[in-house]
Every structure is written in C-alpha cells, then in structure tokens.
C-alpha cells in the first residue's frame, strides 16, 4: 500500500471533516484516535472506498506515513497535547513535523516549540476557523512556525484552505512560534464581540422596537445587502425563519444560557496582561456569564423593577439608528481585537501584516464579512495604522453613525434594556477621542494614599513628582528620578 501524505490524530467532527477534505484535494490521509472505534467507524462509514487509512497504534500510523512525516493533532487543548507530543516524538526522526490544529494558548504553543525543536522535529501551531463546513470544504487557517516547517506543509494546507475572490488561499504563514493560535484567539474574540452585538441588536428590535420573528428575519436579510454583510448576519437572518413542526419558531424554545469554550476568555485575560483596553470584547464574555446566571435572574426578575418596555417611536426610523449603531460597534470589535494583535506582536517579536490576516478572514472563517477588505485597504494604506479608527474611511463611518448611535442607547436605557458590548463600544470611542480624561484625579488619589507618584501636563513625560498632600501646596512637590 502506498504511504499517506499526512496523518490526523483526533477524529471529532473538524478532525474527520478535515480528513474528507484533504482527501478530496488528491492527498492520501491516515487517521488515528484515541478511541479505536471511532477510527472503524470512520473507515467504515464516511471514508469508505477513499484514499484514507486507518491506524490502531500511533507506532502504526507513524509507519503508514512518507518521510519527512507530518502529524496534525486535532485533540482537546492542553494536556492531551501535551500528553501525545510525549508520545510521538520517540516515534519521529529529525525533519518530521507535528502540527497542533486545536485552539491552544499560545505561551503553551511556544514552550511546545521549544520542546519538540530541541528534539530535532519541526512544530507548528495552526488556528483554525470555519466551523464543519469550513473544515469540510476549505476553512480559514492561521499557521505559525518557521519558515522549514511551512515548507513541508504549505502546500497541503494551501490547497485545502478556501479562497478569497482573487483566488489567494486564505492561508498563509504568520510568523514563528505561537503566532497562529494567538492570530486564532484574537479571531475567536471578535467573533464573541460580534455574536454579543448581533444578540443586542434582536434584543432591541424584539422588546424596544416591538418586530416579531418575522420582521427581524427580513431587517437581517436586508441588512446583509449592505455593509454589514457577513457570514453571522446572513445565518441569523436564517435562524428567525426556522420554526418547528408545531409552527412556532425554535429560536422563542432556545435557553437563554450562552456557552463558551475559553478563547474570548483567553482574548479578555490577555488583554489585561497586555494593558490593551479589549472592552467590547470582554463585555461579550461577560455576558456570556451573565446569561448562565438563569436561575438567578428569573428569581431577580420578579423582585427587581426595570421600566415599563414596548414600542416608543417609529419603527423604521429606530431600526435605521439601529443599524448604524450596529456597525459603529462592529468597527470598534475590530479596532479593539487589532490593537491586541499589534500588543501581541510587540512582544513576542513577531512580524504581523494585519492587512493580510484580515484578507485572510475574508473567506472560510466565522467571522468572514465584505467589512474586511476595508481593514485589508486601511493596513495596505498604513501598516503602522495605530487604531484602526484613524483611518479615513473607518472615520469617516464612525461619524456619521454616531448620533443614530448615540438615540438608539439612549433609547434602550430609557426602557433598561441591556447593551453592554454596544455601550462599551461608543465608550471606547468617546475615551479614545478625549484629549484630556479625568484619570488626573486617579493619580492625585493614588499619590494622596499611596506616595505612587504623578506626571505634570506642565513638564517633560518620565518626569516623576510626589506631594504631602496633608502640608498644602508646591512646597510639598518635588520631582523623582526616572
């Protein structure tokens, strides 16, 4: 029997999807899981009669593989990675390379790095977006390694990758390292950013503006005619339009509990480390929270007043203002998530063309949207764009959303309706374009408590000063050396 192009380790439905597609690409894949059923199952079921083989043993699917091998692990983060780097590597010779196409943290991805290259096999870590079906018919993938490492997988990955409309392979190497997950974390938290904002906008039309199912399907089709387009407003467009054997539509019969697998976690927690304020992004997750607190809000709900809801303006002018406030956050989701990219690169060194992560978006991933090609056109404009606010066009949108922007959160806190991605989003603008914030009270406070110390507006940056606070004025002031 011939020997395999690759071998996949880990057959969930992205694994087996995967799987199908590289085979359908020309490439011979071997499969292997932890579980050996699955593996007959799969052989047996959706890879019958195709150039896929099965393994029972690592050492046999290792054996089954052309030289140099290439192993992709499609397992849980963390320490099952771990656990079969362990076991691979006695396995491997020098050249061989392991790819980790899971969502693991990106420190983790370089410590792996480090580990298994002293060992003489190459590594990489390879994000991944675009659910079943993108992995089944061409997702969007994020490498990060070396230059030796892309070399030996460029080309099955390229191929297997979907296509902007240019035809470009919506893959390309990043730069080393964990560079690829951290790419796939920053995208994974503005998908949460942008499901958050979808879900308030359905919560103003349905309890503020007053539309039923209906007439929020037909706002969401009409809206992915337009500058919103994107994959997650054209299914949510779906979603409203699906009902039941009954009649009655699925999404009213759907817990109000929200899930979430730990990246838009990992985007907030990283953002803090960073000191990048990643605030829509990190009321999304919260939100997430929030809404697993069921039980305890149905009990607060019955003791807790709120105003009285229902329709109070016209429709069609409140869904206009909506529409623009939605994509007035939309922006800030991305500006938000791109400064993360850029604190990101800033420190692990890496060489980031952020025009082309967001081609690379453009197609095959979750958050794929025509909005991209814009933030493509603004880093080819600029590639030290420092928010991407700044850029003309981006501005320019961004002011002429505002007041819509600005009626349709006043209106919701009138009917207390919650908006906190929404909010966040125009207090990131309103702090963003504030030439003088209060934070000079902050540290006169923490200088009065603490002696931390304060700047002058009046003198040089890295100029330190302290007062006794308690004796009165300049004559407590004194500068500190830097």
């Known amino acids: 029997m011939s020997k395999s192009d690759i071998a996949l380790i880990g057959l969930g439905v992205m694994g087996e999807n995967l799987v199908l597609n590289m085979e359908s690409k020309g490439f011979h894949v071997s499969v292997y899981n932890r579980s050996t059923l699955k593996v007959d199952l799969f052989i047996n079921g959706r890879a019958a009669d195709k150039n896929i083989s099965g393994a029972y043993s690592l050492e046999e699917l290792i054996e089954q593989l052309k030289r140099p091998r290439k192993v992709m692990l499609m397992v849980k983060a963390g320490r099952p990675v771990d656990d079969l780097i362990d076991a691979l590597i006695p396995l491997l010779d020098e050249g061989d390379i392991i790819i980790d196409g899971g969502n693991s943290l990106c420190q983790d991805t370089m410590r792996r790095t480090d580990h298994v290259e002293n060992m003489g096999v190459h590594y990489m870590g390879m994000g991944i977006s675009g659910g079943e079906e993108g992995a089944l018919n061409g997702p969007a993938l994020m490498p990060g390694g070396s230059e030796e490492a892309w070399d030996l997988v460029k080309d099955i990955f390229q191929t297997i990758s979907a296509r902007v409309e240019m035809g470009e392979p919506t893959c390309q190497l990043l730069s080393p390292g964990g560079s690829g997950h951290f790419v796939k974390m920053v995208h994974n938290g503005i998908e949460y950013g942008d499901m958050q904002l979808i879900a308030e906008a359905y919560h103003l039309m349905k309890d503020m503006i007053g539309l039923n199912n209906e007439e929020i399907h037909q706002a969401f089709l009409e809206w992915n005619k337009t500058e919103l387009a994107s994959y997650l407003i054209e299914i949510t467009a ?245």
């Open 238 to 482: 779906d979603i409203f339009a699906y009902k039941e054997a009954d009649g009655s539509y699925l999404i009213d019969n759907i817990l109000d509990s929200a899930g979430q697998k730990g990246t838009g976690a990992w985007s907030a927690s990283t953002a803090l480390d960073e000191a990048v304020p990643l605030t829509l992004i990190t009321e999304a997750v919260y939100s997430r929270f929030l809404s697993a607190l069921k039980e305890e809000r149905v009990a607060a709900s019955q003791v807790l007043e709120g105003p009285d809801l229902g329709c109070h303006g016209e429709k069609d002018e409140m869904l206009a203002d909506l529409k623009h406030a939605l994509f007035a956050s939309k922006i800030i989701s991305y500006a938000q998530g791109f400064a993360l990219l850029k604190a990101g690169a800033e420190k692990y060194g890496w060489t980031l063309n952020y025009g082309e992560i967001a081609l690379n978006w453009r197609s095959g991933c979750i958050i794929r949207s025509s909005f991209l090609e814009a933030i493509n056109q603004a880093y080819e404009k600029n590639p030290n764009l420092a928010n991407l606010m700044l850029d003309d066009y981006f501005k320019e949108k961004l002011h002429e959303a505002q007041t819509a922007w600005r009626r349709i959160l006043a209106a919701a806190i009138v009917h207390g309706i919650t908006t906190p991605a929404m909010s966040s989003a125009l207090n990131y603008y309103d702090g963003y374009r504030t030439e003088r914030l209060p934070a000079n009270l902050i540290q006169a406070l923490r200088d009065y408590f603490g002696a931390h110390t304060y700047e002058r507006n009046d003198r040089p940056r890295g100029e330190f000063f302290h007062t006794e606070w308690t004796e009165g004025t300049a004559a407590g002031v004194c500068p500190l050396p830097k």
